[in-house]
């Protein structure tokens, strides 16, 4: 048994110390196999990306309440009279008055600049109050100051400033008649909300004839992810149609929006692995040949045909693992938190970080190895079964 | 050992049968016309036959690189068939037609007042207006683009590219409940004429509270291009702003066919500046404009698409390279006798050429076949995506690439070839 493993180790050295023989064919190999890794890496680092700012967003301690099938707060009305109703529901946490806490907001759609391709796209802007702005998990101004209520002043998130053009602290927005003064920046950590433009509720109201409505509600719960309270009165009040879900829920829901592009990057990334995959059989078969009257030599001094079919395995293991890791580095150094931008399921721009984890690097190392292993194991049962005689002729 | 190597060749023969398949029933077919003796008497006769031989000598090599070159024109074809789709909302729309939306954003309501100030006004043809329903059909999911659009007017701005008979519109006009519906959509939901269906709206409700209505399906429309669009379905302003329960009287945008795609400038300007400082000023732009942008929303497909196929192309271009230059140079000593025995150098570098360029195109018009089939694959899955066509123009950019391809991965070893000097060719081996 060492025996046999002693010997594959020999012609493994040898096969791979050789590889400089054939650098251009095994180049060509190793290029394949990088190129599907990084395409497959970049479809999973953006939709990746895509989802954490999402899932981010969402706190397990505060439901949102939407008008029932409305799907998106885009889409969700809600009256002062329906407010005031599912406020008094059991299970919102109370102040120190014994008041529920609640952040009745406002969600319109304003246009910006994209910066990237110079077009107006579709920016949220909220009007929440302060109490809305303390239900957000690690929010901060990060520059300027907080707006205050009765202006027509906005703070904007760093996402927007990122990825679109004309919100810089201290110039004066237009949306149709009304002007808006940039304030402040802010941060929410990378999350969704630092997309979106936020200004004082009923300023909001009072300048976009919005009346006394709003569009959703988020109330912060008395014990996280327990929103049954809510819901059970919801479905007793024959006067509400609505929704009740936990923050996290909304999120992680809409977060799925681009999991048809992971099945893209897959498909893709596979198809072009039978391309590449035809590179590494072409070169291990190429170097099988090559090496003929080495194999055919070791054969004749006594080495077995299993060492002949494992050396050239694991050349192109080796070959196919090198290409894998420059995929990989690649997308890395060019992918990993480049920001972009699309629309999410309140038609409005979901600014986000390309995003790769360890998890998506396995991917790509599953792939790069599956391309190895397939391309090499038909060269390495031809290398086994290569009788010594013909070897040595084809040497000359 | 052997087992699974058996079975592992058989998976290996079936994932590349739509290479070789075709190929092997040319070449029977051939065997048992005669066809084939009488194309080796022609090849031969012109050269060719050296060029083919040369190409076919290592069978498993030239499948494996053909399987290369095929990838990559399946993932071009498709992938450009796609890009093409989307550019096609842009591409197809009408130079004489104008959106106006409320200037904060498209999303943002317009009074319906707009419209009857706007058809008066000089340059103007005809107007119309839509309104986004946030339609879908049973599940929430299956959204579906819905529009509740002035009946009476919508066919003279959008009658060009949509095509309806003359009795479904009349249809139309005379059911209050009337729904017509686009080629796709009806085929992708199992829709006909006559049939009852109930849709839900995710942003209306009716003034019961409920969010479903109930439709006829009166007419079917075509597009006049096989690429535009036939997803949306439309229905009656009216029906929409007499049951649902807030928001009446407004509209989503208005459509403005001009009487020349020249006066189009001053139309703009006319509406812009008649709204111009109301609580409802609006933004008129060409439809081409409108549309552009609303692609780019979604970001830059056209980037990643295109990213793809060339990183597709970047892969085989090495591969096919590679494997070119070694067949060339496992020839040398061949290459030395065939000069010796007169062959001109020219001619020489010519048969290296043409092997690489036969190669890219059989290969590259294989792909460009499983293109298709994947083309008419994606066009009847039942999902709601663009129409995919393979145009003319798309076929003579492969063919162009294909040749592309060919000369690249062939131009070193036939220079080589052509430089190689008999001496050295005869005393290499």
Known sequence: ?396 | MNGVLTLFKWVFRIITAPVWVPFWILWKLGEVTGLNAVIEAIAMSTGFYVVYKNLTRKPLRLSLTMLAIFVAFTIYGTLTAFQNAFDAGVELSADDRLVSVNKINFTQPLPISYVNRVRPMEGVASVTHLNWFGGYYQDPQNVIVTFAVDEGSFFDVYGEDLVMSEEAKAAWLGNRQGLIVGESIARLNGWEVGQRIPLNSNIFSQQDGSSDWDFDIVGIYTGSDPQIDTNSIYFHYKYFNETQSFGGNFIGFMAIKTEDPDLNEAVIKQVDDLFANSPFETETVPEKVFNKGFIEQIGNIRLILSSVVLAAFFIILVIVGNSMVLAVRERTSEIGVLKTLGFTSPRIFRMVLGESFLLSIMSGSLGMLAAMVMIGVVNNAPIQLPTLVMTSDLAIEAFTYMALLGFITGIIPAVNALRLNIITALSRN
Request: charged share 15%; no cysteine; proline share 2%.
């Open chain 1, 1 to 396: 048994m060492t025996k046999i493993l002693s010997q594959i180790w020999v012609v493994i050295v040898m096969n791979i110390t050789s590889i400089g023989q054939r650098i251009w064919m095994s180049l060509a190999a190793i290029f394949a196999v990088a190129v599907v890794v990084a395409v497959l890496l970049s479809f999973l680092a953006m939709t990746e990306g895509f989802s954490k700012t999402l899932e981010g967003s969402g706190s397990n301690t505060v439901a949102i309440v939407t008008r029932s099938g409305s799907q998106s707060e885009l889409n969700s009305v809600l009256s002062r009279e329906t407010i005031n109703i599912v406020t008094t529901a059991p299970g919102i946490a109370k102040d120190a008055n014994g008041d529920p806490i609640y952040s009745p907001e406002l969600y319109v759609i304003v246009d910006g600049i994209k910066k990237t391709s110079g077009t107006e796209v579709n920016l949220p802007m909220r009007g929440i109050s302060s109490v809305g702005f303390e239900l957000r998990d690690q929010v901060s101004i990060t520059s300027g100051r907080m707006f205050e209520t009765g202006k027509n002043e906005i703070i904007v998130g760093e996402g927007v400033l990122r990825e679109f053009a004309g919100f810089e602290l201290g110039t004066t927005v237009r949306f149709g008649k009304t002007e808006w003064e940039v304030v402040g920046t802010f941060s929410t950590g990378g999350n969704a909300f630092e997309s979106e433009l936020w200004a004082d509720a009923p300023t909001l109201q009072s300048q976009f004839q919005r009346g006394s409505s709003f569009q959703t509600i988020r109330v912060l719960l008395e014990t996280p992810d327990d929103v049954s309270g809510m819901a059970e009165m919801v479905e007793n009040d024959p006067r509400l149609f609505l929704d009740v879900v936990t923050e996290a829920d909304y999120f992680a829901q809409q977060g799925e929006a681009l999991n048809g592009i992971v099945i893209f990057g897959w498909v893709i990334s596979i198809f072009m692995s039978v391309g590449a995959l035809a590179g590494a059989l072409n070169t291990m078969y190429t170097s099988v040949a090559n090496r003929a009257g080495e194999i055919a030599t070791l054969r004749a001094i006594g080495f077995s045909n299993t060492s002949a079919f494992f050396g050239t395995l694991a050349e192109s293991i080796v070959l196919s693992v090198i290409g894998g890791f420059v995929g990989a580095m690649a997308s890395y150094l060019f992918m990993d938190g480049l920001s972009a931008s699309t629309l999410g399921a309140s038609f409005t721009q979901v600014v986000f970080k390309f995003e790769l984890t360890t998890d998506l690097f396995i991917n790509g190392a599953f792939l790069a190895l599956g391309i190895g292993l397939i391309g090499g194991i038909f060269p390495a049962a031809r290398a086994a079964r290569l009788p010594v005689i013909v070897a040595f002729r084809g040497a000359n």
